[in-house]
């Protein structure tokens, strides 16, 4: 039976379909079987020779963040001790001084003739009590021989009484007048470095007036505020470190020697302080630190410190992985025997590269 001219054009609108879905998926099928030019690059590349050390774990110290201020272990604002007017200046600021040494002097020329009246005083009070000595011994030999009553031996005698202590007083005067002349010689009362001079020649000083302030440097004070709420690991012996803006890459030590009694009720912390020795004098009073306080210690995952290399300001690590590299950030704790303690980065048991790492790229195939 003939077709129809529907049924011809129907069948032609079906057979181009089918040509067209077999030269689609022809070309697909192609397309599916060809890897990409990126992927075989990689696996052409050649693989690179790395030595690895396995990520173990250490005991770790804990350390609890301070703040404090470092200050002399003995300070003092030392003051003239006597009136006069300054003569001589002979310390500037920053100048170590030893215990001795002069700082100023003082006019004592009028103290100096005090001095002088002092010993002539006492000079006369000796020369009158030996003349008491001589009379007393006759007034003694009369009253013996009866020829005296007793209320006159008693008149007589009573300067034998007081001449002593006249010369006693006399005495005093002089060595109250002698300090006032040394007072007027100003010395160091320690050793220390002078951190402020107050006076200059020609200024007029009383007793209470501040001339410099000295510091003691070879041995220091750390001052620090322990918050209540860590009171509990704070403790005398406990080893402090810390670090000083003037030297960021140096570490400094300490140990805690004093703690206060009592928590301040206005800042709810309490203040306690560590010995530092300073014999390098590179720390002064007055520095402020940046503390760190062992509390104990935990198991934290380390790598070598060979292993670690910085970019953009992080520390990385490359891990190996199924024969590649994984670089990695790490979130690192201190530094334990040659290595670095890690909180977030690697796990204890994998493989990270050590020596060489200029060059290396993330995901690389690796021996």
């Not at 620090?224 to 890459?249: C, I, M, Q, R, W």
């Amino acid at each position: 039976m003939p077709m129809s001219p529907i049924s011809r054009n129907q069948t032609r609108s079906a057979l181009r379909g089918f040509a067209l879905a077999v030269l689609v998926g022809g070309a697909a099928s192609l397309v599916g079987c060809k890897k990409p030019a990126d992927a075989q690059s990689e696996d052409a590349a050649p693989s690179v020779h790395v030595e690895s050390a396995e990520v173990t774990t250490v005991d770790a110290p804990i350390h609890l963040r301070l703040t404090g201020t470092l200050k002399g272990a003995r300070e003092t604002d030392l003051a003239a001790n006597a009136a006069g007017r300054v003569t001589r200046t002979v310390v500037e600021r920053g100048q170590l001084v030893k215990a001795g040494d002069l700082i100023a002097q003082l006019d004592t020329s009028a103290a100096a003739l005090s001095l002088a009246e002092a010993r002539v005083a006492v000079a006369t009070a000796k020369t009158q009590e030996e003349i008491s000595k001589a009379d007393c011994a006759r007034y003694e030999a009369l009253k013996g021989k009866g020829t005296m009553s007793d209320l006159e031996y008693d008149q007589a005698t009573a300067k034998c009484k007081t001449a002593p202590l006249s010369l006693e007083a006399a005495k005093a005067r002089q060595n109250m007048a002698a300090k006032n002349v040394g007072d007027g010689t100003i010395r160091a009362p320690f050793a220390g470095i002078i951190s402020e001079r107050f006076v200059d020649v020609g200024e007029y000083v009383q007793p209470a007036s501040k001339v410099v302030s000295i510091s003691q440097v070879g041995e220091l004070r750390l001052e620090l505020t322990v918050p209540e709420a860590d009171l509990a690991h704070l403790k005398e012996g406990s080893k402090v470190t810390f670090s000083v803006a003037a030297y960021p890459n140096d570490s400094f030590k300490g140990v805690v020697k004093f703690i206060s009694g009592a928590v301040r009720a206005t800042t709810r912390d309490l203040v306690a302080e560590a010995i530092v020795e300073n014999e390098s004098k590179k720390l002064l009073p007055g520095m402020f630190a940046d503390v760190s306080l062992s509390t104990g210690s935990q198991k934290l995952a380390s790598v070598p410190l060979a292993a670690v290399f910085e970019r953009q300001e992080k520390k990385r690590v490359f891990v190996v992985v199924n024969n590649r590299l994984e670089e990695r950030v790490l979130q690192y704790g201190p530094e334990v025997d040659g290595r670095l303690t890690v909180h977030v980065g690697v796990k204890a048991g994998e493989k990270v590269v050590v020596g060489k790492l200029q060059g290396l790229q993330n995901g690389a195939r690796v021996e």
